[in-house]
């Protein structure tokens, strides 16, 4: 024991001893680092007055300000910026589910805007926008060097009035332009619909109205089945889905998850992180899930999908997701202005950062590109007139089915024929009903 306290007394001794001998040179870097941020403070303030005193225009300086601060926020990542009060406006509208504009979430890359994803049933989505999409002018406009804000402003306008945008789409050759009319957008956050004896909830955002939209049509859903006990599945359909919310996102993870961790943030300093895990009660009872996944989805969306693949919950599948694994700060300031700034990256259970590689599918499955006016193969259009033993006049009577059998798999039946159809109309949807209906004919004991 003794021996131990002398040699943590002999360390203290030492450190005294060392931090008098270095005390002063590191005083003396500190005060050299200051003495360097003055000077470019001064700096910034003469080329300041120069621009406002002989700049060949008279400049407004609240605007030279704002510009100054968007670009040294604009610097750091594609995700900080400086929200004037009218774009702070606007952002807190999107989070409560309505605002006016095309409905599509971009980013920036080389310069140019690239479209994450366009929103269900907007202006941008009819006009036949895509994730991956990069738009390089608007109404004939470059946007190439623009600030992302600056060229998201280009893209406002009155609700009915037209926009020109002019797109570069991989695998087109040539860009081509699309007319598109502005509109309120009003995002319903939830959309529930029953596929045989599937639940497909599809999820387009993650504002307020997501979770308890998530219940409400869930709830409806399973009624329609005839009870929770009747459904086999739930399909999460994520796809397009651009974010929102970090709570909404740990909510929806929550759900179907009885416990663990659901993400965990990551700061510049350790005391910044934080890990939000889930609470007891899985709302569908353990069913099995498949969460369905593109390019266009990021962020919130990468979150739940990352939790419950990371959890065995649920079947991944689709493509790889957006990437954006980092957390934005929107931080109030005088003047009714805020500030975006990126202060942490997200990590999934596993330890898995989204930044940049997003979540890989269990199971890859494309969307297979539908061409215009595309016809049906010769054995499409043999398989949909075929007749089978049931067609012929005078058949025999099937005697191993009592009448209610025979009502039941004839249901069954067409729900498999709906199911068919569905691969026409939504190939990657059809697939996750697949896996979720051989999943509950695999369960069912002999």
């Known amino acids: 024991m003794k021996k131990f306290v ?3 007394l002999g360390g203290t001794v030492a450190g005294v001893l060392l931090t008098t001998q270095i005390a002063g040179p590191l005083v003396a870097q500190e005060a050299a680092k200051n003495a ?21 225009e008279e400049v407004d300086s609240k605007d030279l300000i704002e510009a100054a601060i968007n670009g040294m926020l604009t610097s750091l990542d594609p995700h900080s910026s400086y929200l004037p009060p009218k774009d702070f406006d606007n952002m807190q509208e999107q989070t409560r589910g309505e605002f006016g504009g095309l409905g599509i979430e971009v980013t920036q890359e080389e310069g140019f805007v690239k479209v994450v994803s366009p929103m269900d049933d907007t202006p941008a989505d009819k006009a036949g926008i895509q994730a991956g999409d990069f738009i390089t002018h608007v109404n004939g406009e470059s946007v190439l060097g623009l600030a992302l804000d600056d060229a ?7 609700v009915g009035s037209e926009i020109i945008i002019t797109v570069v789409r991989e695998g087109v050759e040539e860009p081509f332009d699309v007319s598109i009319i502005r509109d309120t957008i009003k995002l319903t956050a939830v959309k529930g619909r029953v596929v045989g004896n599937t639940v497909v909830l599809r999820l387009t955002t993650f504002n307020d109205q997501t979770y308890p939209g998530l219940e409400e049509e869930l709830n409806k859903a399973a009624k329609e089945i005839g009870g929770m006990d009747k459904v086999n599945g739930v399909v999460l359909d994520l796809r397009n ?13 929550d759900a179907f998850l009885e416990k663990g961790e659901i993400v965990s943030t990551r700061g510049r300093a350790t005391t910044d992180g934080e890990r939000f895990n889930a609470e007891t009660g899985d709302v569908v009872g353990g069913k099995p899930m498949v969460v369905l996944i593109n390019g266009g989805s990021a962020s919130a ?12 919950r649920a079947i ?10 980092s957390v934005q700060t929107v931080v109030p300031l005088r003047g009714e202005g805020a500030m975006r700034l990126t202060t942490a990256r997200y990590y999934t259970p596993s330890g898995r950062s989204i930044q940049a590689l997003g979540i890989s599918p269990d199971i890859v499955v494309n969307q297979p590109v539908k061409k215009t006016g595309e016809a049906g193969t010769e054995e499409q259009a043999a398989e949909a007139n075929a007749r089978s033993e049931a067609d012929l006049r005078g058949v025999l009577s099937n005697d191993s089915m009592t009448e209610d059998e025979k009502r039941q798999y ?4 067409a729900k498999a024929a709906e199911a068919a159809k569905m691969r026409d109309e939504d190939y990657q949807l059809a697939y996750a009903v697949d896996i979720l209906r051989g999943a509950a004919a695999i369960a069912v004991k002999p």
């Open 6 to 8: 002398m040699a943590a």
């Open 36 to 56: 360097s941020v003055y000077e470019q403070l001064d700096l910034f303030g003469d080329i300041f007055e120069r621009i406002r005193g002989q700049y060949v």
């Open 152 to 158: 998201v402003e280009m893209m406002r306008g009155e």
């Open 241 to 253: 889905n651009p974010g929102g919310l970090l709570t909404q996102a740990i909510k929806v993870s």
């Open 301 to 312: 969306s990468e979150i739940v999908a990352g939790a419950l693949q990371d959890h065995r």
């Open 316 to 325: 991944v599948v689709g493509t790889k997701s957006f990437g954006k694994g």
């Open 410 to 413: 004839e249901e069954e039946q």
